[in-house]
């Protein structure tokens, strides 16, 4: 292996994403079949050692593309020359939450950990939160990393999107590479408004190939919004795998970029664009090039749109409110 190794740093590495996740990069799918990876798993002291067992487990795979696993408890080590870090570990929700009850469990672990980032990572790490709410605690870690550009601190909401084409192809029939310009707006939780008024389906408007308004509104928007509660509701357990895939697709279209033509959706530091506060972490349909996620300008949000997206942005200010009062972040 000549080229150096890329570190990644996926936290909770013991728990059901990062299981489904750690293969995933060993293997190359995160960073592509020419980098080699160093894979880092931090945990909690108490799952040091199912995280070890998962390590065996990685080792036994013999990946080629492997530099090694180390398993962790200290966020320092864990985030030292990290390249690419996955903050994955928090606590799920249950069946009758919403995904902010976990703020006041889960928003304690991101401030440390963006400090660890800022003391330690690599000068082109790219952060990506995972752990709920993803959002905000996107916006503690990167409030406590002011020596990282913000442009470097992200929140999955690339699972949303996913969720929304294979609806949309469901609906339709079409192939998932006909379906371009999806978005989705706004908070991780189910006020985040799906977006299809700029979509298109093998260049037709999405909107006129469905032709039913009353589907859109009434059934795919809710579908998409709720469609973790009703993983959890199925499952017994929140969405593992599908979080997996979509935070390797999350890193894999930031590094290689988007397709000509299309985008796709995540949760990035809003530079005030649509009117969504500056420095909050708010989804929005984002191009990727030359490793930088940017916020698609310039579209035209109709006065439905303009009012969900306002409504899944008040949340966010709620939340960033909460944090505060919380003493998480600063005022
Ligand atoms: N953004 C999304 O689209 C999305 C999708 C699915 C799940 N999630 C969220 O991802 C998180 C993880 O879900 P899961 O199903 O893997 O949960 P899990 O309970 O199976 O695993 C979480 C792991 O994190 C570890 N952990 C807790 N605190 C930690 C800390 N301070 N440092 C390192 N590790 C720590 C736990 O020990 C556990 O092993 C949850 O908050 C869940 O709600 C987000
Ligand atoms: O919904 C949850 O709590 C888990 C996750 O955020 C999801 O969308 O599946």
């Known amino acids: 292996m000549s080229v150096t190794p890329a570190v990644v740093t996926v936290t909770g590495g013991a728990g059901q994403i990062g299981y489904a996740l750690a293969f ?29 067992g998962v390590a065996m487990e990685i080792d036994d795979c013999a990946f080629p593309l492997l530099d090694g696993v180390d398993v962790t408890s200290d966020a320092t080590a864990a985030f030292d ?18 995904r902010g009850d976990l703020l006041s469990a889960n928003g304690g672990i991101f401030g440390p950990q963006g400090a660890a980032i800022n003391a330690g990572a690599s000068s082109d790490v790219r952060v990506l939160v995972v752990g709920n709410p993803a959002n905000t605690n996107a916006y503690i870690a990167a ?34 590479d006909d379906i371009a310009r999806l978005a989705i707006w706004g908070n991780h939780s189910a006020t985040q408004y799906p977006d299809l008024t700029h979509a298109t389906i093998g260049g037709r408007p999405a909107l006129d190939v469905v032709d039913d308004e009353a589907w859109v509104r009434g059934t795919f928007i809710p579908t998409v919004a709720k469609r973790g509660a009703a993983i ?29 033509g299309d985008w796709t959706s995540a949760a990035v ?55 505060r009062a919380l003493g998480l972040v600063g005022s």
């Open 143 to 176: 409030a406590h990393a002011p020596d990282v550009p913000k442009d470097r601190f992200t929140a999955m909401t690339r699972l949303d999107h996913n969720r929304a084409v294979a609806q949309l192809r469901q609906r339709t029939g079409a192939a998932v």
């Open 232 to 260: 959890i509701e199925a499952r017994g357990a929140s969405s593992a795998a599908s979080a997996a895939n979509a935070a390797i697709d999350h890193v894999r279209t930031w590094v290689d970029g988007t397709p000509a």
């Open 24 to 52: 995933r990069i060993a293997s190359g799918q995160l960073l592509g079949p020419d980098r080699p990876v160093r894979l880092r798993l931090l945990e909690i002291p108490a799952a040091v050692p199912a995280a070890a």
């Open 81 to 98: 020359g990290v390249d690419v870090a996955l903050l994955v570990g928090a606590r799920p929700r249950t069946k009758g939450m919403e």
């Open 269 to 323: 530091v809003s530079d005030g664009s649509y009117g969504v506060p500056e420095g909050l972490v708010s989804s929005f349909p984002v191009t990727a090039s030359g490793g930088a996620y940017t916020i698609v300008p310039g579209l035209e949000l109709d006065a439905f749109s303009r009012e969900r997206v306002d409504a899944s942005v008040a949340e966010l200010v709620e939340e960033r409110e909460a944090v």
